[in-house]
């Protein structure tokens, strides 16, 4: 599984984030009160599925080196 869970505040329900941490490009996600984070891959398509409001899953496609 490549998504990695963020830690939430339960107090607040706040995120926090240092962005000197990701050199990569990163999409963090929240549905239901959860947050995970995952990295984008260098080549290729992600799809991020969603029903009936909520988030589903997350698809990466990085295609075949010919």
Do not use: C, W
Not at 26 to 32: A, K, N, R, T
């Amino acid at each position: 599984m490549r998504m990695k869970d963020l830690e939430i505040n339960s107090e607040t329900g706040r995120i926090e984030l240092d962005t000197k941490n990701y050199a990569k490009p990163v999409i963090i996600m929240i549905s239901d009160g959860k947050a995970k984070q995952t990295v984008l891959p260098d080549h290729g398509e992600t799809k991020v599925i969603t029903h009936q409001g909520k988030l589903k899953r997350v698809r990466f496609d990085e295609g075949e080196e010919f």
